[in-house]
């Protein structure tokens, strides 16, 4: 049986690219670029790629940019683009949990929860964190945002969404947040590409800021930041506050 994540993002590919949290790339990658110290001899690996839309805009910069996700469709329309741009990214399908690079890359990266914090159980979102760890280089940093646990112990998750939510994006009509395992369950429902509508199962793991460093400081990360995470604005400077839906996590070996 297909995860609820694989059956998202089975054929909705386009329908993803009008979502509003797709819509901040350049500025993203904006920081991104500033991260890395705008070196055009770095190799970049984007995890969780989903339509490409980072490694695309990362590329027609001028960067190597290697990027995987687990959904067919998704890749498909990434590489649809890529070759709209006439632009050279090498897209694969991979699960991040068991990625097949090894001390490759000096900079990765997870935006927009494109893989973690997806997965049904903690183990297998710290396998996600592993594998990343396990592709850079001994002076490698990883780059991404993840849910903010503090955000729904002050707001409602519902209602967060559902004020950012326009017509067409996909919808959450259910949410209820475990205080024990910092999971949302919710529904949501959504219209695929070809018109078909689902009422999909979803849970994700929210994480508090202590938890992210214990778990990259296991892994070997020396240097570890958190901060807020703004759509299209990322920022160093942006202290992590209750009304932060995301975080950005900046963490180098």
């Not at 997965?119 to 780059?143: H, Y």
């Not at 240097?223 to 932060?244: H, N, Q, V, W, Y």
């Amino acid at each position: 049986m297909k995860r609820w994540y694989e059956q998202l993002f089975e054929n909705y590919a386009h329908q993803y690219e009008k979502e509003n949290f797709v819509q901040g790339t350049v500025g993203e990658c904006n920081f991104i670029e500033n991260e890395i110290g705008y070196d055009k001899t770095i190799r970049i690996l984007d995890i969780g790629c989903g339509i490409g839309r980072h490694s695309i805009e990362l590329a027609k910069r001028g960067y190597t940019v290697t990027a995987v996700d687990l959904s067919e469709s998704m890749l498909l329309r990434a590489k649809e683009k890529a070759k709209e741009q006439n632009l050279s990214v090498d897209f694969q399908r991979h699960d991040a949990r068991s990625l097949p690079f090894k001390n490759e890359f000096d900079t990765a990266i997870m935006i927009c929860e494109g893989a973690f914090p997806l997965m049904e159980t903690d183990e297998m979102n710290f396998q996600i964190l592993q594998s990343a760890s396990k592709s850079l280089k001994e002076r490698g940093k990883l780059i991404f945002t993840t849910l903010n646990g503090l955000f729904p112990l002050f707001h409602s998750v519902k209602d967060f969404v559902s004020s950012a939510t326009e017509e067409g994006n996909a919808r959450c009509i259910e949410d209820t947040f475990d205080l024990m395992t910092f999971r949302d369950h919710n529904t949501t429902t959504f219209t695929d590409d070809s018109g078909n509508k689902f009422d999909l199962e979803c849970n994700e793991r929210y994480y508090v800021p202590s938890e992210i460093s214990w778990l990259l400081k296991s892994l070997g990360f020396r240097t570890i930041t958190i901060c807020g995470a703004r759509l299209g604005a990322f920022s160093r400077k942006d202290e992590l506050t209750t009304d932060d839906f995301e975080m950005l996590v900046i963490a180098e070996k």
